[in-house]
């Protein structure tokens, strides 16, 4: 079992960056990860999925060209750099591990989650 801690949410502007950090506490380089976000009443809309080797990326058509995911298994951690973020992107980001070498985009393939970090985009 692997506990997944995200953050660096918060309130932002049109156009402005963030950089979202996921925490875990155990090896996470058995995991591929992905990054996931939930809008009020809307179900959780996968984002960004990464290899367990950070080898092979993915991105949703919404984000691609303006978040980045990258991992560093020596820290246990996953990032997501946003960029250019827009109102659209205000949700809840929560990340998500699959133990397994590759990715996928479907969010019951994910075994662990974590609480989530806020991001609110105004325009």
């Known amino acids: 079992q692997v506990q997944l801690v995200e953050s660096g949410g918060g309130s932002v502007q049109a156009g402005d960056s963030l950089t979202l950090s996921c925490v875990a506490s155990?090896?996470?380089?058995?995991?591929?990860m992905g990054w996931f976000r939930q809008a009020p009443g809307k179900e959780r809309q996968w984002v960004v999925s990464?290899?367990?080797?950070?080898?092979?990326?993915v991105y949703d058509d919404s984000v691609r060209g303006r978040f980045t995911i990258s991992r560093d298994n020596r820290k246990n951690t996953v990032y997501l750099q946003m960029n250019n973020l827009k109102p659209e992107d205000t949700a809840v980001y929560y990340c998500g591990s699959r133990r397994s070498r590759f990715y996928s985009i479907g969010v019951h393939d994910y075994d662990y989650w974590g609480l989530g970090t806020q991001v609110t985009v105004s325009s």
């Open positions: 155990g090896d996470l380089s058995l995991y591929a």
């Open positions: 990464i290899s367990r080797d950070g080898s092979s990326r």
